[in-house]
């Protein structure tokens, strides 16, 4: 079974006793590795909507966001199972660390690559980072009974739903999870829920641990092919993590610049008219609005930093003036009607 530091380290773990445990479980490792796969597809989604091959927001779904969060409430639920099963024969410390370490390695490095390459949303807190302090936490809960556990994992579950408090808006504070809005992130993944859904993986385990049920799963092994491509993808699922969006964004962003090499500006003209016809403007007037506001900003060289979102103050302001010039000739005043009883 996995150690400590959670579902995406996918190390070995359990200690020698008199009772004779197996230190992995690979059905947990098969549903590591489905988490893993449901986890690409949607970062191949939001690949392909951020790089604008296909207009759509998985953000803005919630079919899609449903499925976001059920995949990293999978991953939480395993870190749970994995902190209990992998300290069952007695904590190891070194180990512990070690895996701990490289959990919070790994969410330095998403959080250094994403403030870099993508700052409009950068990852300050997600996944990993929950995981490496949730490793910390959990251990807190070990000696506590399966439905003390439990409990405690409602009731952090439901805190965020009960209670906010605009002190937790500063950012220092946005870890916690408790500001009266979320900030903005690609990965956010706070303390208030997500722990709760570590600890009732830790209840789950427990359970199983006094049902006997861990070792009866420990003698499941994967018949076919797919099985066995999971687990191993399981074992090794902080590898796979790390590198499975690299390998998308560039292999998504090679097809954009040969298929769509204009799939970003087409798009965000496509966003433009809709929203001027949703406030009730003709089509038409719409696409000549959105046209002269384009290539206005093409002449000023505003075009990149527009569709990449990292417009200056001094360019905002020219941009908010080409916005005032182009609704001033597209859509010009309409004269007001002459007053009952005035001459024209």
């Known amino acids: 079974m996995n150690d400590a530091t959670a579902a995406l380290s996918g190390e070995r773990a359990g200690a020698a006793s008199t009772v004779a445990r197996p230190s992995r479980i690979a059905a947990l490792d098969v549903a590591r590795g489905v988490a893993l796969v449901c986890m690409a597809i949607f970062h191949g989604s939001w690949d392909v909507a951020f790089l604008h091959i296909v207009r759509f927001d ?18 939480l639920m395993l870190v749970g199972i994995s902190l209990v099963l992998s300290t069952r024969n007695g904590f190891r410390p070194k180990p512990y660390l070690i895996r701990l370490a490289m959990i919070v390695a790994a969410a330095a490095l998403v959080s250094a690559a994403t403030y870099f390459v993508m700052p409009e949303g950068w990852i300050f807190f997600g996944i990993l980072h929950q995981i490496a302090l949730a490793s910390v936490l959990g251990l807190a809960f070990l000696r506590w009974p399966p439905r003390a556990i439990l409990l405690a994992a409602v009731a952090i579950f439901a805190l965020p739903f009960l209670f906010r408090d605009p002190f937790f808006a500063q950012p220092a504070l946005w870890w916690v999870g408790l500001a009266p809005k979320p900030p903005g992130s690609f990965d956010y993944v706070p303390l208030f829920p997500w722990f709760g859904v570590v600890l009732a993986g830790m209840a789950i385990a427990k359970f199983a641990i006094a049902s006997g049920w861990d070792q009866r799963l420990a003698t499941w092994q994967p018949r076919f092919a797919l099985g066995r491509w999971l687990a191993f993808g399981g074992r090794h699922s902080l590898a796979v993590y790390l590198i499975h969006q690299p390998v998308l964004y560039a292999f998504f962003f090679a097809l954009a610049a040969i298929f769509v090499p204009n799939g970003a500006e087409n798009a965000a003209r496509a966003d433009c008219a809709d929203r001027c016809v949703a406030v009730g403007k003709s089509a038409t007037d719409c696409q000549n609005y959105c046209g002269c506001v384009f290539e206005d900003l093409k002449g000023k060289g505003l075009m990149a930093s527009f569709l990449a979102r990292t417009m200056a103050d001094d360019q905002t302001i020219r941009l908010q003036e080409t916005i005032a010039v182009c609704s001033a000739n597209t859509f010009p005043p309409v004269p007001e009607a002459p007053e009952s009883g005035t001459l024209n």
């Open 58 to 75: 998985p953000g803005a779904s919630i079919g899609w966001i449903i499925f976001a969060r059920a995949i990293a409430g999978s991953f």
